[in-house]
């Protein structure tokens, strides 16, 4: 049973930065992509970053591109997103996310496993 675990997020002023952790267990992820997506208050779910688990090409949206930074620990089996000068429009609950799949997908349907989320907070 594939289970990821999410943490690191917390309140934040603008301009400052976090990193998000993902641990990954229960398969070998090496045919996986792992990706990051958000969900702020009384919007849908939207892609932010993501990366081949054996090869590491990645992939960001463009809202976040040049500030944040996604990257993965074989031995620890956890993906990570680096998150600079964060704005009070990154504040969402970030979920990572795992698929057996092809290429460098950004929609959340093509994403089988979900962990439970962590709440990022970026005041102004």
């Known amino acids: 049973q594939v289970q990821l675990v999410e943490s690191g997020g917390g309140l934040v002023q603008a301009g400052g930065s976090l990193r998000l952790s993902c641990a990954a267990s229960g398969r070998t992820f090496s045919g996986y992509v792992m990706g990051w997506f958000r969900q702020a208050p009384g919007k849908e779910r939207e892609f932010v970053a993501t990366?081949?688990?054996?090869?590491?090409?990645?992939r960001y949206a463009d809202s976040v591109k040049g500030r944040f930074t996604i990257s993965r620990d074989n031995a620890k089996n956890t993906v990570y997103l680096q998150m600079n000068s964060l704005k009070p429009e990154d504040t969402a609950v970030y979920y990572c996310?795992?698929?057996?799949?092809?290429?460098?997908?950004?929609?959340?349907?093509?994403?089988?496993?979900w962990g439970q989320g962590t709440q990022v907070t970026v005041s102004s």
């Open positions: 990366i081949r688990w054996s090869i590491g090409t990645t």
């Open positions: 996310a795992t698929d057996l799949t092809t290429g460098l997908p950004t929609l959340a349907n093509q994403y089988d496993y």
